[in-house]
Structures are given as C-alpha cells and as structure tokens.
C-alpha cells in the first residue's frame, strides 16, 4: 500500500520489484556486512526508504571473527577479512530483528555456517521469525578453505541449496562467489537445487602485502576485494548468470551510485545491493535510490521492471 | 545519541609542525560544536582510488567559531595523509564525526592526573588537557624533535621523554615519569601499542584508574563493519564474543576492559 502511494508521489514512476513473491517498494538493499543490522546507519539513513536490510551474516552461534588487521585500502576498493564476526542466531533474533521490525522496509537475514548443520540450525531458528527473505552466504573468502570449497562445487551448492529448502519458511537467497572458473555453473545448481533467487558477486579473494613491514596487510593473508575496482567484473557475471537461469538476481559490487546500479539492472538484476559505498558514503543507498528515480523520469520509465535485462 | 554527521568542512589554515606532522583547522558547520576530547573524525580523500576515511583524532575543538584542529602525521607519498597535507585554505573536505565516546573528563575532576601521549598519540591530549579540571601532568614521548610543547605548557605541567634524549627524559614516557618520580590517581593515554601496554601494566601495578585511546585499521567509522575491534575482557555488547569496536565502543576504554 505505501508503495503505491510512493510511487503516486513521484509522478507515476513506479520502482517496485518483486523477488519470490515479495514485493520490494525499490531495488535498493543492503550488501551483507557492510550495514550491521541498519542499527548504526540509521543516524545517516532513513531505512524505510530502502527496498531491503540485508544483514550481516549470522551463524548459529558467536562467531568471533579473525584477527586484526581485519581491512585494507586497494585501488578503488578495499579487501576485508572480518572473518564473519557476529553475535549469533539467538541474540539476533532478540535483538536484531525487533530493531528492524520498527522500519516499513524488507528484512533480508544473511546465514552463515561452517557446515551443512550450521546453516540448517540458523534456517530453522528462522522459521517463525518475521522475516521476508534469507540469503546464504556459500561464499565468504576469509573463513577456512574447506568453507569456501563449498560454493565454488556445483554438486555442494544444490545440496546444500535443496537442503534449505526443505526446511525453509522464507524464500531463500543463494549469494554466490565469483571466485570460480564458471559462475554459471554454481548458478545453475542453485537453481537446480530450488533457490528462490541468486545474490551476485560475493567479494574476489585478493592479497595486500605491505612492503615496508614485509609483512601481509591483513592478519588473514587474504581477503575479499570489494569496491568501484570490481564493478565491470560483477556487471559480467551478472550478464552470465541472467542468461542461464530463470529465477531473479540481486546485482551487487562496487555500486556507488544510481548509474552503477542501473548497470545491475540492465546487465538483467533485478534488485541491487550497495555495500562498500556505504563506509565512503554513509548515506549512498538512499542516492542510489533516488538516482533510479531521477534516471526514470529522463528517461521516460514508467516502471523499474522495464529496465532489467534490457541492454542484451 | 544520533549527533554524527557527514559534512563538507573548510580548510581554515594549514601548517607544517616538523616534516611529516602537519596541523590543519577546519570549520564544520556542527561538528565541532558536538565534539568533546578524544574523540576522531574520518577525513575523506577527493581521490576515488582512495576510498577509505582516514581516522584522525581531534587535537582542538573550538566550539564557538565552529572549528576544528587536527595534527596528524603523512604516513608516506602517494597517501591520503599526504593529499590532506597538501590542502590550502579555502580548500574544502568531506569528514564524518564527532565520532568514538571520548576521554571521560569528569572522572579525572580535581585529581591528581597523567595525560600521556606518544607519537602522533599526542595531538589529542591537548584539547584533553584544555578541558580536564584536574591536577595535570603531561607526559609527552616523541623521537626526536617535539610540537605542541608551547601550547602543552600552557595547559599543565609538561614533562618531555624523547628516545634520542635531544629534550627532556631520554627514554620512553614511563621513563620521564620514573626520572621525575611522578605519581598520579588517574591516567589518560593515546599513543603506539608498546607503549599502552606498558601504560596498563603500571596502571594495574600501583591500582591506578587508567584510560587509553586505541587504534585500529577502520572502515566505517561507525560500529557496523566491525573491522577495527580489539580484544576486551568481558564479552561485548554488540557480537557477544570479546571484541570490541575501538571507533564505536571506544577509542577509549578503561585499561582493564582491553587486551593490549
């Protein structure tokens, strides 16, 4: 109902989305793990502007995370090993979910596990929880190999994507890694598996070494890069990947600005997440939001749908 | 509690202090006026292959012109220190702040009080020592050659440790405090990690209410990526494990709440 009546407001232009079944009142979400759960951002962001929070990666119990230094600085972009540091499904759904509760917006939850059970623990603990969408982290770089293993394996991925299925109350997102030799490949077995939708591209697994110290940059060794240096390589798979599955995509890395993000949508997006931006520019999910609306009205665009997959 | 802002702030003035240490005022349009000591800003680059702000600690805070002064040191050519030490005034920048608690001044009021600083942990001891209704000791380490020494003497009793002993105490700022048989019921410290641990250890030892400013690689600048933690005793609010975020839980914290 709100949306129509946004959409009214600004002559006609109507920039809802739908992802398995859930209307989004604007493409624009949350990249997993750069916004918390929206709690610290909301001093710069009205959230109810955006189209969805996703949150931070929570996993069935306290995850630590890595050791420091956890970031880096790369050309245009950063690298991070946080290693996943959070509180837990148990004091999540406490205390995260009933801050994002308060806000007209999409409540996305990003699992994370070290195994199979893990991430069923965390699906299940879901279940009767007031949340509209999950997204599984199969592709987080910065915990042990064995981990990431998991998303880089077509015939992992649509196990572990069916096993989810089965027990989840919620449409579910697989975010996949883009570190693989073919993206579509995993995708197909998301697909395969029953996913509801795909969120591309997790972080590219990069190395920093400073010379002065000769030491590694990052505690972890390696990191995800993420950031503007990443855009084309994200733009492409996302290309890829809406040529060879049906089910909607969630374009994400290096968008900074509604042009970045209307790249996504083109390339065949359907939603789009802003994740790095946010730590240059606090309040860029609400520029990128209303950029799309600006770009519509120049452009004569009655609805945002029109305009995924649109550039072939 | 929602006092953090992103504003474009004005280059006042720019002044070379030593090579590498530059000082530069700043006029915020409300930043100034919400900060208090030892809290930092984040300073961002015009450059896009720089994307990351740059934590600096505000070294003075000038609330009723709206300004800010921060000392801070280039960390080498071709980084963002270095552009920011290249701004003119006139020139504008992007910062987010007041950001961090801040160092607590009340607890320190009418006691006999340390604020020690080292390095470039030093500049935010001055606006510490320009607000703190204490007996005020400052003990300030430096390498070699000393700034804001003149402003420091105005503000306290400054006692000088430098490793190459060209002033004050040869030695470390524990040094200056064991050669000049200094003691104190509280203590407030910002510098290099080797010295805060030496800071705590002594604070612990003779059971003395210590705060120390912590320092960490950062992205956000505001408590949601959780790059910038350290290690804290208890279990933390936020994750629930023993992390703490030094740009939101901190910079500063008491010396017995953080593994050093």
Redo the contacts between chains.
């Keep these: 109902m709100e949306m129509r009546q946004a959409a009214d407001e600004k002559q006609t232009i109507d920039t809802r989305v739908c992802i398995a079944g859930v209307e989004l009142k604007n493409p624009v979400m949350t990249a997993s793990g750069t916004f918390g759960s929206g709690q610290e951002y909301s001093e710069f962001v009205d959230l109810k502007r955006l189209g969805a929070v996703v949150t931070k990666g929570v996993a069935n119990v306290p995850w630590a995370g890595n050791p420091t230094p956890r970031i880096a600085e790369t050309y245009g972009g950063m690298m991070n090993a946080i290693g996943l540091q959070n509180p837990g499904i148990d004091v999540f759904c406490e205390r995260d979910i009933p801050y994002l509760q308060q806000f007209d917006t999409k409540i996305i939850v990003n699992v994370c596990g070290h195994a199979p059970e893990e991430y069923l623990a965390v699906v299940e603990r879901l279940a009767d929880e007031p949340i509209d969408m999950m997204e599984i982290n199969i592709s987080c770089p910065n915990v042990n190999a064995g981990f990431l293993a998991f998303g880089q394996d077509a015939k992992n991925v649509e196990k572990l994507t069916a096993q989810i299925k089965k027990i989840a109350k919620q449409p579910v997102i697989m975010k996949l890694t883009p570190n693989v030799t073919d993206i579509t490949e995993i995708a197909r077995a998301a697909e395969a598996g029953g996913a509801d939708a795909l969120s591309l591209i997790n972080t590219l697994t990069g190395m920093k070494i400073d010379v002065e110290r000769q030491t590694f940059a990052l505690a972890n060794k390696t990191g995800g890069v993420s950031g503007p240096a990443v855009k084309p390589i994200a733009v492409r798979m996302v290309y890829q990947v809406a040529n060879a599955v049906s089910v909607p995509i969630i374009g994400m890395g290096g968008i900074a600005t509604a042009a970045d993000a209307l790249e996504f949508i083109l390339a065949g997006a359907t939603a789009v997440s802003v994740g790095t931006a946010n730590f240059y520019n606090p309040t860029a999910t609400i520029e990128v939001a209303e950029g799309i609306e600006d770009y519509m009205r120049r452009h004569n665009v009655k609805r945002v749908t029109e305009l995924i997959g649109a550039v072939r | 509690?929602?006092c953090?802002r992103?504003e474009t702030a004005m280059v006042v003035s720019q002044e070379c202090l030593l090579p590498g240490i530059y000082s530069m005022w700043l006029e915020t349009k409300e930043i100034a006026g919400l900060a208090v000591p030892g809290q930092f800003i984040s300073m961002?680059t015009k450059d896009?292959?720089?994307?990351?702000?740059r934590p600096i600690s505000l070294c003075e805070i000038e609330k009723e012109t709206n300004r800010l002064r921060v000392v801070y040191r280039v960390t080498?050519e071709n980084t963002g220190t270095k552009q920011f030490s290249e701004m003119k005034a006139g020139d504008t920048i992007e910062i987010?702040g007041p950001l961090g608690n801040g160092f607590p001044l009340e607890a320190g009021r009418g006691k006999k009080a340390f604020l020690i600083g080292g390095g470039i942990g030093v500049p935010p001891m001055l606006e510490l020592a320009k607000q703190l209704d204490a007996q005020k000791q400052l003990v300030m380490g430096y390498r070699d050659e000393q700034f804001l020494t003149d402003e420091f003497t105005k503000n306290g009793t400054l006692y000088v440790a430098t490793e190459d002993g060209s002033a004050g105490t040869k030695g470390n700022v524990m040094d200056a405090i064991r050669e000049n048989a200094l003691g104190a019921e509280i203590i407030y410290a910002c510098g290099p990690s080797p010295m805060l641990r030496a800071i705590k250890q002594y604070a612990e030892e003779n059971n003395i209410v210590c705060y120390v400013s912590m320092e960490?690689?950062?992205?956000?600048?505001?408590?949601?990526?959780?790059?910038?933690?350290?290690q804290s005793k208890e279990v933390d609010g936020?994750?629930?494990?023993?992390?703490k975020r030094v740009c939101?839980d901190g910079p500063v914290f008491l010396s017995t709440e953080v593994e050093i």
Excluded: D, Q, T, W
């Design positions: 509690m929602s953090k992103k961002y896009g292959s720089k994307l990351l702000p080498g987010l960490e690689r950062m992205a956000c600048g505001i408590g949601a990526c959780l790059a910038c933690v350290c936020h994750s629930h494990v023993h992390n939101k």
